[in-house]
């Protein structure tokens, strides 16, 4: 390992001089959808010195998980993807509102394909895969000890953890973002694939929190229809088959042409409580653990992908393998405001989202659910929003952020497991 914390090449990957023990440069904690990107952009990037372990009890495979985001056409990511769409709907009950993406696009990735890229990524690069968890991990200031749930210790440069857990204490307000999709197959053609509903609030609204459905059409006869709710709390299992069948009713489809073909089900946590994306010297966590879900909204996968990218761009050029903030700071401060503006009922959800929609063009919004705006752009932004509720809604915010420097910090609550109903359900692991 060279001076600085840079990664030097080393010798051949996976050589193991004692079986309880490895020696690497990077070992990626969890194998899910972070370290999964991660794994890809160093391949892209012609990363090949460093030595590399992946850390993880579960081999990722199959469609268990599916990411919906915006962006420019891309020649790295648009052969993977499902779909995509330049329309987009956001509908509420007042009005349904077409909004053209150009030059944008929203689109639909699953993750059978992500996890198959990284895998021949993981050959080209001679990856050392330790089907086991992490069970300790420790920065000694030289490098980081993992030692894992069947007794192996691996020694390492830098470790990049990309598994669940809680933030590092408990936020001001926290809420999650849980939901339930099915895919449909339909009969005869019922879907427009020419674009996506991306906000449907004629959902009934829970009494704290938001709901809203979507579609994602692939062709005209099969979509993914999903009921999502931003609130503190879950709902049963047979809560989210009503709500899912009540939106199906509402969109109009009739049940019995419709076929049920997969489920997904998860929770994304919508929290202002920090997760620290550098513990230590030589731990950087990536995915939701670092930082990359948006508190706003939930979305997490343009933050990840960028993350993986901008790690194996400074492998590449020899750097320590540190990305920038998932968002801004002052994006951080503007969603806790807005988490506790929704909170506290001063505004509600479907006003909140219409009014960003009816007052900006659907670019601009976008980019800023992405953490990717200028300042100029932000307050354009913030001023579409409701005046007096946001000024109370800071106020409040701001009393809180006192209130936690005089108290010792509380301890956040882990994220719950998604609600699944039996056997036949795919159960996600949580987002990473």
Not at 119 to 132: H, P
Not at 293 to 307: E, L
């Amino acid at each position: 390992m060279a001076a600085r914390g840079r990664i030097a090449p080393c010798g051949s990957v996976g050589r193991v001089t004692d079986p309880a023990r490895l020696d690497v440069d990077l070992a990626l904690l969890g194998g899910g959808g972070a370290a999964s990107l991660l794994l890809a952009a160093l391949d892209r990037h012609g990363v090949r010195g460093p030595r590399i372990a992946v850390v993880d009890p579960v081999r990722r495979r199959g469609q268990d998980r599916t990411w919906a985001f915006w962006g420019h056409p891309d020649i790295d990511l648009d052969p993977l993807l499902s779909a995509s769409w330049h329309q987009v709907e956001v509908v509420t009950p007042a009005r349904r509102r077409v909004l053209d993406l150009t030059p944008l696009r929203y689109a639909m990735l699953r993750s059978g394909p992500v996890y198959d890229r990284a895998a021949e990524a993981e050959r080209r690069l001679d990856v050392t895969r330790i089907a086991a968890p992490a069970d300790v991990v420790r920065d000694d200031g030289t490098g980081v000890v993992v030692r894992t749930g069947d007794g192996r210790e691996i020694r390492a440069g830098w470790a990049l953890d990309s598994r669940p857990r809680p933030p590092a204490r408990a936020g001001r307000t926290t809420w999650l973002q849980h939901f339930r999709g099915w895919w449909l197959e339909a009969d005869r053609p019922v879907f427009d694939p020419r674009r996506a509903v991306l906000m449907d609030f004629r959902t009934p609204q829970p009494a704290r929190g938001v709901s809203f459905g979507y579609v994602l059409p692939v062709s005209d006869r099969y979509a993914l229809v999903e009921y999502t709710e931003f609130s503190p709390d879950l709902l049963t299992d047979a809560g989210y088959d009503t709500a899912l069948a009540g939106y199906r009713d509402l969109l109009g489809l009739d049940p019995d042409g419709l076929r049920v073909r997969e489920v997904e089900n998860g929770v994304i946590p919508m929290t202002d409580a920090p997760f620290p994306a550098r513990p230590s010297p030589r731990v950087v966590r990536l995915g939701t653990a670092g930082g990359a879900t948006r508190p706003s909204t939930g979305f997490t996968f343009s933050a990840m992908y960028r993350q993986a990218d901008q790690v194996a761009r400074a492998l590449a050029a020899g750097r320590p393998p540190v990305p920038a903030p998932a968002y801004p700071a002052r994006h951080r401060w503007m969603d806790a405001v807005a988490l506790r503006a929704l909170d506290s009922g001063g505004v509600g959800g479907p006003d909140f989202f219409d009014r960003l929609f009816d007052r900006n063009p659907a670019e601009r919004v976008l980019r800023f659910l992405d953490g990717v705006t200028n300042p100029a752009e932000e307050i354009a932004i913030m001023n579409s929003t409701r005046l007096l509720p946001m000024i109370a809604a800071t106020a409040g915010d701001a009393a809180l952020r006192l209130r936690d420097r005089l108290r010792p910090a509380r301890p956040a609550p882990a994220i719950p497991a998604a609600v699944v109903g039996g056997p036949q359900r795919p159960v996600p692991s949580p987002e990473n």
